[in-house]
């Protein structure tokens, strides 16, 4: 659905975003991650011409995204970028109307993109005094009225509360399931890894990883903790081929495999170290992301 090769923002002359090729296939939730800063706005802009980019190329749909093709493949994507798009004053229903009149649609149009979001009986209500998970849904609403076969959403999940993620969560899966592609940033990894079918990860401006969840998870390599009473000299004999570090009465090891585990316990018995006990801690989803983007980055 989207593919961008060496897609690249400098403002200045700081590079925000560099080489990006993204690939979003069709019909999937695409999980697009990365810490505060690290240019999934400024990327997203950049999709929807809002933002030109410095360097690299853009395909929608397989067409590549220039004067000639922008209007036409910009109407076939929706998008909710920063902060919902309402007006306070007026009621979700005049402002669908406003959506309406502004995109040319029909009444049928705006009904099935208002009970998608499952707003159907909320629409007296001036926007002001919804809830922010309501606005939110609004947002993805109006987004949707033109019935896109693109949405690209910037953190529609930020500042909701657990029960309101899980919502928008719900409604995505949903959209991805009737075929609308869905492109969904999140600062947080666990708002959205379950949700995304591919994820991809950005940290200062460059792509750390893309791919399934199942592709990042097999990232994580076990570390190997062996508990001795001797730590300290146990890490000194494993330290010339394995970084090893004291923890409490163990020392850990990373990336070791199994043929590894038995060459570096088999060394420390043969200098008389005791061992107690050999175990291994696998990494969490959430740890192999913040080893990833660095200092866990949220
Ligand atoms: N118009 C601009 N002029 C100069 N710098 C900008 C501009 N827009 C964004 N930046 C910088 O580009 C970097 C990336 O910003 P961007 O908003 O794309 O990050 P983000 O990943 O969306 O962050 P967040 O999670 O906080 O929304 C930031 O350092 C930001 O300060
Ligand atoms: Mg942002």
Do not use: W
């Not at 090729?21 to 939730?29: N, Q, S």
């Not at 929807?48 to 980019?53: G, I, N, Q």
């Not at 929608?60 to 109407?75: I, Y």
């Not at 006990?277 to 989803?285: A, I």
Request: net charge positive; with cysteine; aromatic share 4%.
């Amino acid at each position: 659905m989207i593919s961008t090769h060496a897609l690249g923002k400098q403002y200045g002359n700081r590079a925000v975003v560099e080489g990006l090729d993204l690939h979003v296939p069709r019909g999937c939730v695409y999980g697009f991650l990365g810490p505060n800063g690290s240019g999934k706005s400024t990327t997203m802009k950049m999709l929807l011409s809002l933002v030109r980019p410095t360097t690299g190329e853009i395909r929608v749909m397989g067409r590549p995204v220039q004067r000639s093709t922008r209007r036409e493949l910009l109407a076939h994507i929706g998008s909710l970028i920063e902060s919902p798009p309402a007006y306070g004053h007026l009621t979700g229903r005049e402002n669908m109307r406003l959506v309406r009149r502004l995109l040319n649609l029909t009444d049928d149009q705006i009904t099935r993109a208002v009970r998608t979001v499952r707003l159907h009986d909320q629409l007296d209500k001036r926007v002001r005094d919804y809830s922010l998970g309501m606005k939110q849904r609004l947002g993805i609403a109006m987004a949707l009225a033109r019935e896109p076969r693109l949405l690209i959403l910037d953190e529609p999940t930020n500042g909701l509360d657990p029960a309101g993620i899980d919502e928008i969560r719900r409604l995505l899966t949903q959209l991805a399931e009737n075929g609308t592609t869905v492109m969904v940033s999140s600062h947080l990894l666990g708002e959205i890894d379950r949700t995304a079918g591919v994820l991809g990860i950005l940290g200062n401006g460059r792509l750390l990883f893309q791919g399934t969840r199942e592709q990042l998870f097999a990232r994580s390599t076990p570390d190997v903790l062996i508990d001795t009473p001797e730590p300290h000299r146990a890490a000194t004999l494993t330290a010339d081929r394995h970084p090893a570090r004291v923890d409490g009465a163990s020392v850990r090891l990373s990336g070791l495999d199994d043929q590894a585990t038995a060459t570096v316990v088999a060394r420390l018995a043969r200098a008389d170290v005791d061992i107690y006990g050999v175990r291994r801690q696998t990494q969490s989803l959430e740890d192999v992301f913040m080893a990833l983007t660095g200092e866990g980055g949220l």
